[in-house]
């Protein structure tokens, strides 16, 4: 037996892991990341195997909750196996190190591994006024950037706001917040959006970059398309619902006693990417349209100044009537009401508005 | 009033066949023929599928029910049953809070999981030599 597998094995042992229970943690993660099934063992062997790579996580202009998705996520945590598998040698949310000391470990570690080493992002990079709206040990959140990307191997955007500016970036941006990959132009980034990003999400590009020495192929807003290739109106559960034309007008009609499409109150599934409507949230205990609540579209750019939550995609910006393209034609009406959509959100963008108590309770 | 007072009923959606499942069919015979001629079979995974209950009866009707069933307990439950067609195995995976985590179909002979590794048996026996020993 390899020896760095054995002893790996052993320390999951000692949490109380055991080899069956990692290989099967393997299999659901490595299908979820649209990699074959039977690819599970390999990918575990190549876990076991692995250096323990070194990983700088900058939290920026953020709320920690990207932080909590990955760390609260299981109990006892299989997520956070990744932390076995990784060497975390700063985040200053989670080390025991505060001060000098902490930005030394960061600068220890960007020495001893550059080149190699990692780097995480959570939040997004406040650029007006020099970059002073936030700052770590006196220097800025651009200032750190900069300097830990020149030797990073790789970073990943975990978040909204590091993938696209987040709620920091929403208008009026007072902070001039802006996206990882606005400022760095030379390395591999991947973009791990939500508000937060789905645990698992997060763990399978860190697990593909650890097993298999890779990045995990991307879309067009550099986001992993095994996790992002769908919308979460494509596999909605209520989906059925929307292709017969059975909507809930209000969250306490007949309509949402009887669980149809919250297309009407809001939801953004059908503009939104995400893997939320199949991995799911607590412990895969449900998503939020299985919650009886519309998707916000928190994994999009500009997702906080789309409009408000509770009006219809297909309402601001064009007059569309729902009614007048006959809603039991289902699938047709899908087609006009998404290309519709693009161009409200597109709108929207341009006119933010607020939501308010009085747009929860008006009827589309 | 108390949230459990208000009444959703959200099965609806689930009554449909969406197709799906006749297309996992022809692919696990597809898979089949090649275990039998190869020797290397395969898995197809549901969760990752838009399957509703309807489809998931459908298909397990068609599959049957076979005679080996196991139980596995580790880092939660999970059940690896074969079908009424040998060598067709459908593995249900639940976390620790028993909730669904993955569900496959594995052709195979004798499903992965089952099978004990060989460093298991190794320390195992280690083990085992301790206990006659003391």
């Known amino acids: 037996m390899h020896d760095k597998e054995g002893m790996f094995i052993q320390r999951l042992a000692s949490q109380g892991i055991s080899r069956r229970a990692f290989l099967k943690y393997c299999a659901t993660l490595a299908s979820l990341m649209a990699l074959p099934p039977t690819a599970g063992k390999a990918f575990a062997e190549a876990l076991a195997k692995g250096s323990r790579p070194s990983v700088i996580w900058l939290s920026f202009q953020e709320c920690t909750g990207c932080t909590e998705s990955l760390t609260r996520s299981h109990a006892p945590t299989l997520e956070n196996l990744i932390f076995d598998t990784i060497s975390l040698d700063y985040h200053h949310t989670l080390q025991a190190a505060a001060g000098e000391a902490a930005e030394q470990a960061r600068l220890d570690a960007m020495k001893k591994n550059w080149g190699k080493y990692l780097v995480i992002v959570d939040g997004s990079v406040p650029t007006k006024d020099g970059g002073m709206y936030s700052c770590i040990a006196g220097i800025s959140n651009y200032d750190m950037l900069m300097e830990t990307a020149k030797g990073a191997a790789a970073i990943v955007s975990i978040g909204t706001c590091a993938a696209f500016g987040g709620i920091p970036h929403a208008n009026p941006n007072p902070t001039g917040a802006v996206a990882v990959s606005d400022i760095i132009k030379d390395k591999p980034i991947v973009n791990v959006s939500g508000c937060p990003p789905i645990p698992v999400v997060i763990t399978g590009v860190l697990a593909q970059y650890l097993a298999l020495g890779t990045l995990p192929e991307l879309d067009n807003l550099g986001r992993p398309k095994a996790f992002f290739g769908e919308t979460i109106h494509d596999r909605c559960y209520r989906r059925p619902f929307y292709d017969q034309g059975k909507f809930a007008k209000t969250f306490d009609d007949e309509g949402a006693r009887n669980g149809w499409c919250l297309y009407e109150l809001g939801c953004k599934g059908p503009v939104t990417y995400n893997a939320c409507a199949t991995t799911k949230w607590n412990e895969g205990t449900s998503f939020p349209i299985e919650s009886g609540h519309g998707c916000l579209g928190c994994s999009e750019p500009n997702f906080w100044d789309a409009g408000s939550f509770y009006r219809p995609l297909s309402t601001p910006s064009r007059p569309i009537k729902i009614a007048e393209l006959g809603l039991a034609a289902g699938a047709v009406v899908g087609v006009a009401i998404a290309i519709a959509n693009r161009s409200k959100k597109a709108g929207a963008k341009a006119a933010h508005q607020i939501a308010t108590v009085a747009d929860l309770e008006k009827k589309p | ?134």
């Not at chain 2, 309807?54 to 069933?69: F, I, Q």
Request: negative net charge.
């Open chain 2, 1 to 134: 009033m108390w949230l459990e007072d208000i009444p959703v009923n959200v099965s609806g959606a689930d009554e449909f066949l969406t197709g799906n499942a006749a297309a996992v069919l022809r692919e696990i015979a597809s898979l089949l023929e090649q275990l039998a001629q190869t020797g290397e079979g395969g898995c197809i995974d549901l969760a990752s599928l838009p399957f509703t209950s309807a489809d998931r009866t459908w298909l397990r009707d068609k599959l049957g029910k076979g005679e080996v069933e196991v139980s596995i307990s580790a880092g939660g439950p999970s059940t690896i049953v074969e079908t009424g067609t040998p060598g067709v195995w459908w593995i249900t995976h639940r976390n620790e809070q028993n909730a669904k985590s993955g569900e496959f179909i594995e052709v195979t002979l004798v499903p992965e999981l089952v099978a004990t590794h060989p460093a298991d048996v190794l320390s195992g026996l280690e083990s085992l030599n301790k206990k006659i020993m003391n």
